[in-house]
């Protein structure tokens, strides 16, 4: 077992500095990437922009940030990179100043496609290294390195409003002192995390870490591993539908103005982070199967009832399903990694990865079907993807270890 081979200090250490510097740059990180779908009313205008091309925006974003992923996972598995953190937040900062001054549609695709990739090669490594910071509460350890995200993605809307939406898309540089400072956090991670990648490779390469689950047959590891990316798939669609067209929902059906639907956003991607922070912690004291089971279906009243609610109450109901849905992932992505213990790196860029493609796909393809038709009919056929949580039934219940 991983926690019988790796050294006594990471197995009874929770090296919380570590988890929160990570924390940290996680939540600069996402509040970096979370201006880009923060800006699109903004966009739309300057640009004449339809639905559609708002929607490729996000996919093309959501691509590079997905694809790349469990490619890097898997190199950085065999060969470990603690500095390619710092490496990734450079290539962000250098997306942030382009998408500033971008003069066409094409140049807005440049630039978004490179935050991308910053994002691409920061998540694997990143949440591999919350892993081996957990001292055994790998749920705790993973919601406090995705709080940080979650929270970050629900500032960046609202910095968006304050300062971009005000004063103008050039102000997106500004950010870039962000980006700096995650860096110089993510060189002092590099440091801590060197001895102890290359400490894991070792144990890896005498065999002393699994591959996959000790108690469970690869057919049922891999059949698992396919539920949980169907699981990832109907939540991310649906969030999609939020993050991406939210604010012109409201926009549309109340006549909020641009800056209170930024702030409505803000409510609900703040409760996405609670509901993050919650999920780890109750998936390591009662089982991750049980927090999934909640998570996905938990939120399906709710997002049945959204698209008939006034303003109110849809405030009220978008945040509680930001909050169910959101738990969800830290067990999850935990539950993964259990099943495949000497792939840490592989597992965290494919859920990454997937979850991040899976949400560019839906914007993608929910842009098309919101010109088609209209933006109301999106709700009312996203309102049923979390029944597929149904399917949860079929995992294994994973004994503590």
């Not at 009832?305 to 109901?317: G, R």
């Amino acid at each position: 077992m991983i926690q019988k081979s790796i050294s006594k200090e990471t197995q009874q250490l929770t090296v919380y500095s570590i988890l929160f510097s990570i924390s940290l740059s996680h939540l600069l990180n996402d509040t970096l990437q979370s201006l880009i779908p923060s800006i699109y009313p903004l966009l739309k205008d300057s640009f004449a922009l339809n639905f559609a091309q708002i929607g490729l925006i996000q996919f093309t974003f959501q691509m590079t940030a997905s694809i790349l992923q469990p490619l890097v996972g898997t190199f950085t598995d065999k060969k470990p990179q603690p500095f390619s953190l710092a490496i990734g937040m450079s290539i962000t900062l250098i997306g942030l100043f382009f998408i500033s001054y971008a003069n066409s549609f094409t140049f807005l695709l440049v630039s978004v496609a490179l935050i991308g990739t910053g994002s691409s090669i920061f998540h694997p490594e990143s949440s591999k290294i919350a892993y081996l910071a957990s001292g055994g509460r790998r749920g705790l350890a993973q919601s406090i390195f995705q709080v940080g995200g979650n929270i970050g993605t629900a500032i960046g809307p609202l910095l968006a409003a304050l300062v971009v939406v005000k004063y103008g898309r050039s102000h997106v540089a500004y950010f870039g002192i962000l980006a700096i400072i995650a860096i110089i956090i993510l060189t002092y991670v590099g440091k801590w995390a060197k001895p102890h990648l290359l400490e894991l490779a070792t144990h890896k390469n005498k065999n002393l870490i699994k591959e996959y689950h000790p108690r469970l047959s690869k057919k049922l590891v891999s059949n698992s591993i396919i539920i949980l990316l169907i699981l990832i798939f109907s939540k991310y669609f649906y969030l999609a539908s939020i993050s991406s067209y939210y604010t012109f929902y409201l926009i549309e059906k109340f006549h909020v103005s641009i800056q209170h639907s930024q702030v409505l956003l803000f409510a609900f991607l703040l409760s996405s982070a609670l509901g993050t922070y919650f999920g780890g912690p109750l998936g390591d004291k009662y089982g991750r199967k049980y927090v999934i089971w909640f998570s996905i279906l938990g939120a399906a009243p709710f997002t049945l009832l959204l698209p008939y609610a006034n303003l109110f109450f849809t405030i009220i109901l978008s945040v509680i399903i930001g909050f169910i849905l959101s738990s969800a992932f830290p067990a999850i992505l935990v539950y993964a990694q259990e099943l495949m213990p000497g792939k840490i790196g592989m597992i965290s860029g494919l859920f990454f990865g997937f979850a991040f493609g899976m949400g560019g796909l839906a914007s993608a393809l929910l842009g098309m079907l919101a010109d088609v038709t209209s933006i109301y009919f999106v709700y009312h056929v996203c309102a049923f993807l979390p029944l597929i949580g149904l399917i949860t039934w079929k995992l294994p219940r994973l004994k503590k270890t």
